[in-house]
Structures are given as structure tokens and as C-alpha cells.
């Protein structure tokens, strides 16, 4: 039986794209390797949004060349894959196949002409409990920083009907919660015949049987409207937690980033979703070090942290992307030592935001679905997205269980399984 190997490094659309890959390869009869040197097919699913991304990118590659065996076959597909695939091989010669980020077509391809696809497996391959399901491709906005829309191109929204298809295909195979997946949910539906938006199809998917929880990011602070924040309020499977960038707390740096709204946009919809959802947990993204951010536009992003108190912050360090507006026009001006100082004055801050919140469900009750099992303890999330690890002799994988919080931290929960 022919072994792959997927390596995934980035965003939830390249790990529902990898879902995608695996589950294709598994119809045809490959079985999944642990490590690349056990692989018969060895795919590199890429991110090159940062810097230390591409880094670990081309390192991987670097490994493969090293250790890639006859008759072994090396493919790659995600950001790192640009227009220019003939570059790209010319560079890295020990790969067989580059293919654009979603265009998995072009695996298909690739194997039904190359005579390597095995017999199709009839078994569905194992389900995980949860799954990332991508509805729309690509992005219109072309903030100044970001590479995304030039390597996965213009918005594309996939039809309601082969979504709807799709979650319940997962649901049959056991899985009970999905994220809906796209550089820009609020953007969904724009492109389409009649103009479905994400808040109809949050509410198509609410009714599918066996599914217990919804969830979806990313989401932009200029295209969230008040029906997506309704159909939030109103859906029951709709989990209560919400990832919403600002990437700056300054609206100089928000124009420069060309971000399309202002900071004082961004609290009011902050507020109003947290008046309309009540108890929702709200994450955001931050980028420290833009060109020419200053210590007072700087202590602006810190004031938004302090303010809003984030239950999660994903902080970057900024590092210019090739073809990005920022890269062609602005100097990377400030210093290294600055951006990591300013990060790390950012996580410290957003420590002792997280340890607080979390401390306020020590002793309560949370439901978890549980995801499976670490360092021999279950392990799962609540609604808000909180981690939460119990221990447990029953089997409690796929369940929807009550754990009663006994204690707490800024990344983690634990506690104790509460029967009946």
C-alpha cells in the first residue's frame, strides 16, 4: 500500500486543504506516514505570509533534498507557490509537482496522468471530531502588508449547495463541529447568483442534524454587517467566540495599512457584538513594527489591548512580503530589536488579560467537546474556544461532556469530568 505525508504549516485554509488532500489520497488508497522518509508522496502545504515562514519553508525543502529516496515524490502547494512555477522548479529540482494554493485539481491531474493512483478505497477514511470547511478563496481587500490576494488571487465563493454538501458529508463520517474557512468570511456570497451572504448560510447549516457547533474566521472589521451579527445572536450552534483583526490600535498606521476603518469603528463593533452575544470570546491580530510605527502609535495598539481585553491575541512581528504595496513603497525602518521589544510588551500585557478572564471560571461548570487525547489527559473546547484537559477512564472521545473548572490558566483550562 502506497504511503503520503502531508506537511502543514499556516493558516485554517491550508489545513482544510490538507483534509482535502488527505482525504483524496486516502480514496485512492494511499495510507497516511508519520515522517516524510516513510512517504511514497511527500506534499508541502506552504505559508509565506511571514518571513519565518517562508524560512521553515525552504529549510523543509532543503531536508527533502537531502533525504528524498527513488521512485519518492515531492509536491508543493500554498502561498509559496507563485506564478512563476518554472522558477520555482529550476530552484528546487527535487520537487516533481508545484500547484497553486486550492487548486487540487491540478493533484488530481498529476497522479491520473502519471499512472500512480492506486485502487479507490471504499472505506471513508477516519474522521477528526472537528473539521475547517473553506467557503470563499482569495481576497479583494489588498492590504499594504499582505501577499495573500497575489498568490491566492480574487475573491471566489464556493455555491451554498456544495458547502451544505459537504458539512454533511462530514457530519455522516462523525464530525460535529466545522469552521467555516476564507481570507474573508464577511466577503461570502458577494460574487455568487443572488448574493447568499454568511449570515443565510450560517443559518443553513444551523440545520443540519448531527452538527453540534459553527464556527467561522476570518472576519474583517469593515464587512461585518449587522445581519452576520444577528444570525450570531439567533443561531444556536453558532459558538460564542469571534476572531476579529485590528492588526493596530492607530488609525495612521490603519491607513497606511490600508485597512479600510478606523480604530473607533472597530470598538463600536467590538461593543456591539459583545451587547448583542453576550459572554462571547473576542480574539484579534496585531502587527508591531509596521513601517514608520512610532512608540506613541505603538502605545496606541497597547491602549486597544488594555482596553478591549482580548481574550486572545495573535501578535506578529511585520516583515515585508515581495509584490505587497507596503514592501514596494515603504522602508522596513524599524529596528529589530524594536519589534521584538514591542511584541513581547504585547504578550506580556495580553498574559495578564488571559490569566484574569480565565480565572473567572475557576470552580464553574464549561461544556467541552472533546477532541482527543495529550500527555494522557482528554482534552477539548468550550464554546468560547477555551482548551480545556481532564482526566478520565471513561472514553470520552467525540462527546460533548461537563467539566467543572478546578484550574486555570492564560493558555489552558483544567478540571474535572462531571457524570450524568
Not at 304 to 321: G, K, N, Q
Request: proline share 6%; with cysteine; aromatic share 8%.
Amino acid at each position: 500500500m502506497p504511503k503520503y505525508h502531508v506537511w502543514t504549516i499556516g493558516c485554517q485554509m491550508n489545513k482544510a486543504e490538507t483534509r482535502e488532500i488527505s482525504d483524496y489520497l486516502e480514496s485512492l488508497g494511499y495510507a497516511p506516514a508519520a515522517r516524510p522518509d516513510e512517504a511514497d508522496l511527500v506534499i508541502l502545504n506552504t505559508c509565506v505570509v511571514r518571513q519565518s515562514a517562508e524560512r521553515k519553508v525552504t529549510g523543509t525543502l532543503s531536508y527533502l533534498k537531502g533525504i528524498k529516496k527513488p521512485g519518492q515524490k515531492v509536491m508543493v502547494t500554498g502561498c509559496f507557490v507563485d506564478s512563476h512555477p518554472d522558477d520555482l522548479k529550476k530552484r528546487y529540482p527535487q520537487v516533481d509537482l508545484f500547484f497553486k494554493p486550492g487548486q487540487i485539481e491540478a493533484l488530481r491531474q498529476w497522479i491520473a496522468g502519471s499512472g500512480k493512483g492506486a485502487a479507490p478505497n471504499l472505506l471513508s477514511p477516519p474522521a477528526d471530531v472537528t473539521a475547517y470547511v473553506p467557503i470563499i478563496q482569495g481576497c479583494d481587500n489588498f492590504c499594504s502588508y499582505c501577499i495573500v490576494p497575489f498568490r491566492r488571487g480574487r475573491e471566489k465563493s464556493r455555491p451554498p449547495d456544495e458547502i451544505i454538501c459537504e458539512v454533511e458529508r462530514l457530519v455522516r463520517r462523525g464530525v460535529r463541529e466545522v469552521t467555516l474557512v476564507g481570507q474573508n468570511v464577511d466577503s461570502y456570497g458577494h460574487d455568487l447568483p443572488g448574493k447568499p451572504d454568511l449570515a443565510s448560510l450560517l443559518g443553513k447549516i444551523n440545520g443540519i442534524d448531527g452538527l453540534w457547533r459553527i464556527r467561522f474566521l476570518t472576519n474583517h472589521p469593515k464587512d461585518m454587517s449587522d445581519r452576520l451579527i444577528e444570525a450570531m445572536a439567533g443561531l444556536d450552534k453558532v459558538c460564542e467566540q469571534i476572531n476579529l483583526p485590528a492588526q493596530s490600535g492607530d488609525n495612521d498606521i490603519l491607513k497606511a495599512m490600508r485597512r479600510g476603518y478606523t480604530i473607533e469603528h472597530y470598538r463600536e463593533l467590538v461593543s456591539r457584538i459583545r451587547t448583542m452575544v453576550p459572554g462571547i470570546a473576542v480574539s484579534t491580530d496585531l502587527i508591531v513594527g509596521f513601517p514608520g510605527e512610532t512608540e506613541e502609535q505603538f502605545q496606541h495598539t497597547l491602549d486597544l489591548v488594555r482596553e478591549l481585553r482580548f481574550d486572545s491575541v495573535f501578535c506578529a512581528m511585520y516583515s515585508p512580503r515581495p509584490e505587497t504595496l507596503a514592501a514596494r513603497h515603504y522602508e522596513d525602518s524599524v529596528p529589530h530589536g524594536v519589534k521584538e521589544a514591542r511584541h513581547r510588551a504585547v504578550e506580556e500585557l495580553q498574559t495578564q488579560i488571559a490569566t484574569a478572564i480565565n480565572a473567572g471560571l475557576l470552580g464553574r461548570p464549561v461544556e467541552v467537546l472533546v477532541e482527543g487525547k495529550k500527555s494522557g489527559k482528554w482534552c477539548g473546547r468550550t464554546r468560547t474556544n477555551k482548551l480545556v484537559f481532564f482526566p478520565s477512564e471513561t472514553d470520552c472521545f467525540g462527546r460533548l461532556v461537563n467539566i467543572e473548572i478546578t484550574n486555570t490558566g492564560p493558555w489552558h483550562l483544567s478540571g474535572k469530568l462531571q457524570e450524568g
